[in-house]
């Protein structure tokens, strides 16, 4: 016997699974989504991490805002601040309107 993993719109969202290895990541999910605490989502590639963090965001009151994904491997030490709080003032020429938004920024009211 097998699971399908869906969102909450009722979309297929993960390869299946057996029940008893889907159970504890529904429970977790759905127990922490409707909260408004910081979740820090560390895991191996290919270990859910995608598919908690967007049941989450699903699920949570955030769920109408964007929702940013972020891969850590994808970003390279020297980037990694650059990438989440926007770029410094210093990073811009004299033609700079305004600086770029760092991700931070861009998930304001969602996740």
Avoid: C
Avoid at 32 to 43: E, F, N, S, T, Y
Avoid at 46 to 68: E, K, L, T
Avoid at 89 to 104: H, I, V
């Amino acid at each position: 016997m097998s699971a399908v993993i869906h969102n909450a719109q009722g979309q297929n969202e993960g390869p299946i699974l057996p029940p008893k290895a889907v159970a504890p990541i529904y429970a977790l999910a759905d127990r922490v989504a409707p909260g408004h605490a910081h979740i820090l989502i560390a895991a191996e590639p290919g270990a859910w991490a995608d598919w908690a963090a967007r049941r989450i965001h699903d699920m949570s009151p955030r769920a109408q805002g964007p929702f940013i994904r972020v891969s850590r491997p994808d970003l390279t030490e020297a980037f990694i601040e650059q990438a989440l709080f926007g770029p410094s003032a210093s990073a811009y020429d004299a033609g700079a309107l305004r600086p770029a938004k760092g991700l931070f920024q861009e998930a304001v009211g969602g996740t």
